[in-house]
């Protein structure tokens, strides 16, 4: 089974901060993708990333694919309270289960003002 | 209206009773999911379906029942609810030719089993 795990789970920052959150598994993964879900709602797409050491930004969120396709990070520069949210990675299996996504726990994001 | 729809948002039911929850999605997507969401473990996928006619167990099948008789919806039946099974259920779709697999999500369906 491949499991992805995020860490922090929880992280509360003032605005203006910066920080990282990681994506880590033993297993491969042929792209990973970052959704954000806001309360009440289901998760939204911010980013997938195919490449071993692919990095896409996005305005102040900056992603990075590791070299062996195995883990991720999202950084936010100067983090501001609209970016409060769960965040959630989701690997897409290189070889069995190709339909299927598997989803980290999630990390709880809180930007005080 | 174009999307995605989950019904209902909220429930409240009792051990032992079936319920059923709905996804409707007007996409003509071949590929329909459903999740559920606890804390402390993510989203995790309890059965998807390829195509109408055709489902598949996911990591967390047991206590669930799906049909696709129509390719546009694809219910979730808990046929005798367990208070274990009190969680927020999310319905998914995904273009076949997504090649990104890219997931559209509902807004959720919150179940309580007392």
């Known amino acids: 089974t491949q499991l992805l795990e995020q860490s922090p789970q929880f992280l509360s920052i003032q605005e203006g901060e910066n920080l990282t959150v990681y994506c880590n598994s033993s297993?491969?993964?042929?792209?990973l993708q970052w959704y954000r879900q806001e309360p009440g709602e289901g998760p939204v797409l911010l980013v997938t990333?195919?490449?071993?050491?692919e990095v896409k930004k996005l305005k102040r969120l900056t992603f990075q694919f590791g070299d062996a396709r195995k883990d991720s990070s999202l950084h936010i520069t100067a983090a501001q309270p609209g970016d409060t949210g769960l965040y959630l990675c989701?690997?897409?299996?290189?070889?069995?289960?190709?339909?299927?996504?598997?989803f980290g726990q999630g990390t709880r994001l809180t930007i005080n003002p | 209206d174009a999307g995605i729809t989950q019904s209902p948002r909220y429930k409240i039911t009792e051990t032992g009773r079936q319920v059923t929850l709905m996804c409707h999605q007007t996409?003509?997507?071949?590929?329909m999911f459903w999740y559920r969401q606890d804390l402390g473990h993510g989203l995790r996928l309890i059965y998807y379906?390829?195509?109408?006619?055709?489902?598949d167990k996911g990591e967390v099948p047991d206590g669930y029942v799906v049909s696709r008789s129509k390719t546009e919806n694809f219910p979730l039946t808990l046929e005798s609810a367990t208070r274990s099974q009190t969680s927020v259920y999310f319905c998914?779709?995904?273009?076949?030719?997504?090649?990104?697999?890219?997931?559209?999500f509902g807004a959720g369906s919150r179940l309580t089993v007392l």
């Open positions: 998914a779709s995904r273009d076949r030719n997504s090649g990104a697999n890219v997931l559209t």
């Open positions: 297993s491969v993964f042929s792209s």
């Open positions: 990333v195919v490449t071993g050491g």
């Open positions: 989701a690997g897409r299996g290189a070889i069995q289960g190709a339909q299927k996504l598997v």
């Open positions: 996409w003509s997507h071949s590929y």
């Open positions: 379906s390829a195509a109408a006619d055709i489902t």
